[in-house]
C-alpha cells in the first residue's frame, strides 16, 4: 500500500520559472513531512521539512504549502535554477518506539532548462 | 566533516554469492538505517538499530541481515542475492528522539 502519493514524476521547467510537486498522504498518525533532494549518485539530502500544525514553511526559494484537512502537500521551487535539478522525494513520518519511520513518495525528477 | 560514510560504491556479486556492505559515521548518532532504493522507486526501510537493539521491517526478506558491533558501524549482509536484490542500498542515522535522518551517498549493488 502506498501511504504517500507523489506528482508528477517528472517535470522539466525553464529557468526562472516555478517548479510544483505535490503529495498526498493517508495515514493521519504521520507528525513530521520532510523533503528530500538526491542528486545523481548522492544519497538523499533533507531539504526542508514542516510539521501538521503549520500550513507553510518557506526557506529561501523552497516552499512547503500543508493542507491538513485534505492530506495534502507540496513543494514550491521559486526561479528554478538548473543547478535545483534533482529527484526529490516527499515523504511522511511518524515516531515509533524512539525513532522516525519514515515513509516516501516515488520521487519527482525535476529537470530545469537553461 | 562529520559524516555517513559507505563503502563500497560499487559493489558486484554473482548470483548466489554472500556479500556485505559497510557503513560508518562519525556523527555519534544512536539510531541507523538501512534502505533498499530500487531504480526509479523510492527509499524502502529494511530495519534499523537503535544502539544495539535491531528492529525488523516485517516485510524485510529473510536473505537480508545486519549487524551493528559499535555505534560508529553498521554492516549489511546478503546471504544469496538475488537479480532482484539489484538496487542502491542507503544507510542514514539519526539522534533517538529528532525527526531528521542523514544519508550517506549509497552503495549500487549488481548482481550478475
Known amino acids: 500500500q502506498q501511504q504517500v502519493k507523489q506528482s508528477p514524476q517528472s517535470l522539466i521547467v525553464q529557468k526562472g520559472g516555478i517548479s510544483i510537486i505535490n503529495c498526498a498522504y493517508e495515514?493521519?498518525?504521520?507528525?513530521?513531512f520532510p523533503w528530500y533532494q538526491q542528486f545523481p549518485g548522492k544519497g538523499p539530502a533533507l531539504l526542508i521539512a514542516?510539521?501538521?500544525?503549520?500550513s507553510e514553511k518557506k526557506e529561501g526559494r523552497f516552499t512547503i504549502s500543508f493542507n491538513k484537512s485534505a492530506k495534502q502537500f507540496s513543494l514550491h521551487i521559486m526561479d528554478s535554477q538548473p543547478g535545483d535539478s534533482a529527484t526529490y522525494f516527499c515523504?511522511?513520518?511518524?515516531?515509533?518506539?524512539?525513532?522516525?519511520?519514515?515513509?516516501f513518495g516515488i520521487g519527482t525528477k525535476l529537470q530545469v532548462i537553461p | 566533516d562529520a559524516m555517513v560514510i559507505q563503502n563500497p560504491r560499487y559493489q558486484v556479486t554473482q548470483f548466489g554469492k554472500p556479500v556485505t556492505l559497510s557503513c560508518s559515521q562519525t556523527?555519534?548518532?544512536?539510531?541507523m538505517y538501512w534502505y533498499q532504493q530500487k531504480s526509479s522507486q523510492a527509499p524502502k526501510l529494511l530495519f534499523h538499530?537503535?544502539?544495539?537493539?535491531?528492529?525488523n521491517e516485517a516485510d524485510t526478506p529473510d536473505n537480508f541481515q545486519s549487524r551493528r558491533p559499535n555505534t560508529s558501524f553498521c554492516f549489511l549482509d546478503i546471504r544469496s542475492p538475488g537479480l532482484g536484490d539489484a538496487a542502491m542500498y542507503l544507510c542514514?542515522?539519526?539522534?533517538?528522539?529528532?525527526?531528521?535522518?542523514?544519508f550517506g551517498p549509497g552503495t549500487r549493488l549488481t548482481v550478475l
Open positions: 538499530y537503535y544502539d544495539k537493539d535491531f528492529n
Open positions: 556523527l555519534n548518532h544512536n539510531v
Open positions: 542514514a542515522t539519526s539522534v533517538r528522539g529528532s525527526d531528521t535522518q542523514y
Open positions: 495515514n493521519t498518525a504521520f507528525d513530521y
Open positions: 514542516i510539521r501538521p500544525d503549520v
Open positions: 515523504a511522511a513520518s511518524m515516531r515509533s518506539g524512539g525513532y522516525q519511520k519514515v515513509t
